[in-house]
């Protein structure tokens, strides 16, 4: 039978239960903060993370995954007979994909597969689950490429920031940067798409805000099934927590769950930002 190994990075915010059940491996990114350097979700967990950027005054950076790691951990599956599919962050917000690519081509390997999600989050993790699972059911490395490649086509983001001061500063605003300095009360509704983030409109105030992203997500799934959900946050649990049991009763998914974002996203998003991931279809 074939043995396909599933490879995320570590901004996929997949909960460690499905990372274990599914024997998913994860790349960590970089945290730089100041003189100290972390690796995302390993060395600091989002709690550790948010307590740090409160009381201190760097801002924290951040860094793709780095070719050395990348082709130890590659080699060790292959060198257990496995091939290995990565799903990765979006070349337009990490390096991260030409790291990957620089590890395969130092490796030299047939059985290896790299996709560029265009995305992160759920947006890496809701297809890393469906090739995991279909690797579990004997698909060999072709076929759960196909299946996560379809998948992503299938998958929107939608979410909510308390500020864009983080995006601007980490340089991943993209169409985001015409919100700049608007009113602080007003909540910027945003879009990954493409890989960039992009923005839709402007609400007053928090509640608006979900309830007008909870409409661009009925309006974007228009309908199709089956429907898988993620509610993502950053320090915003009871607020995610509450988003998605509302989409849930919209849509009535195959699927939900809360997605943590990791400290690498946080960086780039702020605290308290709360959005929804789908895969419809």
Avoid: W
Avoid at 75 to 103: F, P
Avoid at 193 to 221: C, N, W
Wanted: hydrophobic residues 40%; charged residues 20%; glycine residues 8%.
């Amino acid at each position: 039978m074939s043995k396909v190994a599933i490879v995320i990075d570590s901004t996929a915010t997949l909960s460690q239960p499905l990372v274990e059940q599914y024997n998913i491996r994860v790349l960590p990114l970089t945290l730089i903060f100041g003189t100290e350097t972390f690796r995302d979700g390993i060395d600091i967990t989002p709690d550790q993370f948010y307590s740090k950027l409160e009381s201190s005054p760097i801002m924290p950076t951040t860094s793709q995954v780095q070719p050395p790691s990348t082709t130890l951990f590659r080699s060790e599956l292959l060198e257990q007979d496995y091939s290995v599919l990565t799903i990765l962050i979006s070349h337009k917000l990490s390096g991260t994909m030409q790291s990957a690519l620089q590890a395969q081509e130092t490796l030299k390997s047939d059985k290896i597969e790299i996709v560029d999600s265009g995305s992160t989050s759920m947006g890496i993790g809701f297809p890393a689950l469906a090739a995991a699972r279909a690797a579990a059911d004997g698909a060999d490395l072709k076929e759960c490429k196909a299946i996560a490649e379809n998948c992503l086509a299938k998958i929107g983001i939608f979410f909510v920031v308390k500020t864009l001061k983080y995006l601007h500063k980490g340089g991943r605003i993209g169409g985001g940067a015409r919100f700049l300095g608007t009113a602080m009360d007003l909540k910027p509704i945003l879009e990954l798409k493409d890989g960039y983030v992009e923005p839709i409109e402007r609400v007053r105030t928090q509640h608006k805000a979900f309830e007008r992203m909870l409409e661009l997500v009925d309006q974007s799934i228009g309908g199709r099934k089956p429907v898988h959900l993620a509610a993502m946050h950053a320090k915003a649990p009871v607020e995610a927590s509450e988003l998605l049991e509302r989409a849930c009763q919209r849509h009535q998914p195959v699927e939900s769950m809360i997605a943590e974002l990791s400290p690498v996203l946080g960086t780039h998003a702020g605290p308290g930002t709360v959005g929804l991931v789908y895969m419809a279809g």
